[in-house]
């Protein structure tokens, strides 16, 4: 099969039959074997039977159906789970995101040999109050990642199939599923223009509150990134060196308060200085830290999940499990 479609749909039943119609175009026109997974998060209105309507139709058109809202991030890891599709794409059920680019995305993952080509865009037709928050938010995860994209958490993405069987997407991670690419190991990673509609039927399902999560995840995200093999680095380190700083303001109040009285001169008592209690208090957190930074790495010595690796390929080795 050439092509796995993952939509994750939430309150979408009025989208679902002219998009599926688009889809159906498109992909006979490009003669493409696929199937799409429609992946109900929990919807409220008649989206699943809408899905079970269209797969009367067409075979092709799957559907997963969530027992309540998870939200996104899990509808795209189960979508990914049952992919089958050599490329997999993913895009919204809203029909902001447009099937002409199939063609285009599919071609760049099997002959421009890319892992993941994310959508950017350029023309947003979105609230401004949406697309501001945006610029700095993708802004921001550029520089801490490294990675170039213009567009993180656009909805239009492809894959090579072994590459969303190698990452695990939860919370609200979609925002940042790039990072979690790299951080898997694929490296080719690029971006294309892709047309941008506004939204014909029904209402976003995200409000002011992304901002805050968004946030909150970027923060998850680097460190599950940078440190989550070795949280000792972060704390550890970070421990240290307040636990060096306190230490040494509590000598020098100390000595100092000693020198004095060895000169005869009025001393303060070193409970009156409130260095000394800026230092206890330093060397205490220092201690925290260090002690976070130590159950972090036992934690991460006990979750087998945090020391798999992905194996790409073998040679010979019978009891190892490919990560495609
Ligand atoms: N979505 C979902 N679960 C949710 C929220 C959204 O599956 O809890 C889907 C939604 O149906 C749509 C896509 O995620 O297909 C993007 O959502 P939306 O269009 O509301 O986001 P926006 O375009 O405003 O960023
Ligand atoms: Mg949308």
């Known amino acids: 099969m050439n092509i796995s479609l993952v939509i994750p749909a939430y309150n979408e039943a009025q989208s679902l039959p002219e998009l599926v119609a688009w889809i159906e175009r498109v992909m006979d026109a490009n003669g493409f074997t696929y199937e799409v997974i429609f992946v109900d998060d929990g919807s409220t209105d008649n989206t699943w039977w809408t899905i079970a309507k269209l797969h009367e139709k067409n075979a092709a058109i799957k559907g997963i159906l969530f027992r309540r809202n998870y939200g996104k991030s899990a509808a795209l890891y189960s979508g990914f789970e049952a992919a089958q599709g050599d490329v997999v794409i993913t895009m919204d059920a809203d029909l902001q995101d447009s099937p002409e680019e199939i063609p285009e995305l599919y071609r760049m993952i099997t002959e421009g040999g890319y892992d993941l080509v994310s959508g950017w865009k350029k023309e947003r037709h979105d609230p401004r109050g949406k697309r501001w928050p945006s610029k700095f938010f993708n802004a921001t995860v550029r520089r801490m990642t490294g990675i170039r994209l213009h567009d993180f958490n656009c909805g239009l993405k492809a894959y090579r199939k072994k590459v969303v069987k190698s990452i695990e997407v939860f919370g609200e991670m979609h925002r940042y599923i790039p990072v979690l690419v790299k951080k898997a190991g694929f490296n080719r990673i690029t971006e294309k223009e892709v047309h941008h509609q506004a939204r014909k039927y029904g209402c976003s399902k ?25 949280p000792m680095y972060l704390f ?88 495609d």
């Open 206 to 230: 995200y409000g002011w509150e992304r901002m805050m999560k968004g946030y909150l995840d970027l923060l998850t995200v680097l460190f599950i990134t940078r440190f989550s093999k070795s």
């Open 236 to 323: 550890g380190g970070g421990g240290t060196i307040m636990f060096l700083i306190g230490g040494l303001i509590t000598l020098y109040v100390v000595i100092r308060k000693l020198i004095l009285q060895g000169n005869g001169l009025p001393v303060r008592d070193v409970t009156d200085q409130p260095l000394f209690f800026l230092a206890l208090v330093m060397a205490l957190i220092g201690v925290q830290l260090f002690i976070a930074g130590f159950l972090g790495e036992l934690i991460g010595r006990e979750s087998a999940d945090r020391n798999r690796y992905l194996i790409d390929d073998k040679i010979d080795i019978d009891n190892i499990k490919i990560s």
